[in-house]
T-cell receptor, first 114, second 114 residues
């Protein structure tokens, strides 16, 4: 089955700096890669996703890049703000989405230092 | 995206008892899913619940321990039966969006078993 590795487990950055979270996946057939943000006491919220036929996708301060050859994808957050503090999960799907075949990474606790 | 409401948001239960978690969606959805998130861990799929059929359980989860109901296209329940402290987790309801690609989560139920 698919295996998703996520690094780092904890990331602390100064407010205004950029943050990068990286994930690798094992199955080259995976074709859908979402990122979720989970704030304390809340459920995960889908913040951005990318399909395997696209190399990069951007939404305001958030971007995701995908390297299919190396089987890794990354979340980039620019101009970080205190409200970006949360746990971020990457995931990879073999079958294009839903929960079927969706494998999550272990999460990254992002801390924005004022 | 769908609005997903879960009740209760948290509960503290005694060993050996059962708790039923309710999930209400503001629109009709075909596929609903139940996840478990153990403290500081990632998300693990418990089962898939489609209306009109028996729930499909993932490896390591059984119907006797986690019975699920799906009486209509907007509602589902998950029961955690004969609880032990190892069942202390966040339980999350989720639904697949249009096209079954994007996965959306409810706010979760924080369960503590004493």
């Amino acid at each position: 089955g698919e295996n998703v590795e996520q690094h780092p487990s904890t990331l602390s950055v100064q407010e205004g700096d950029s943050a990068v979270i990286k994930c690798t996946y094992s199955d080259s057939a995976s074709n859908y890669f979402p990122w979720y943000k989970q704030e304390l006491g809340k459920g995960p919220q889908l913040i951005i996703d990318i399909r395997s036929n696209v190399g990069e996708k951007k939404d305001q301060r958030i971007a995701v890049t995908l390297n299919k050859t190396a089987k890794h994808f990354s979340l980039h957050i620019t101009e970080t703000q205190p409200e970006d503090s949360a746990v971020y999960f990457c995931a990879a799907s073999l079958s294009g989405g839903g929960a079927d075949g969706l494998t999550f990474g272990k999460g990254t606790h992002l801390i924005i230092q004022p | 995206s769908a609005v997903i409401s879960q009740k209760p948001s948290r509960d503290i239960c005694q060993r050996g008892t059962s708790l039923t978690i309710q999930c209400q969606v503001d629109s009709q959805v075909t596929m609903m899913f139940w996840y478990r998130q153990q403290p500081g861990q990632s998300l693990t799929l418990i089962a898939t619940a489609n209306q009109g059929s028996e729930a499909t359980y993932e490896s390591g989860f059984v119907i006797d321990k986690f019975p699920i109901s799906r009486p209509n296209l907007t509602f589902s329940t998950l029961t955690v039966s004969n609880m032990s402290p190892e069942d202390s987790s966040i339980y999350l309801c989720s639904v697949a969006g249009t096209g079954f690609e994007k996965l959306f989560f409810g706010s979760g139920t924080q369960l503590s078993v004493l």
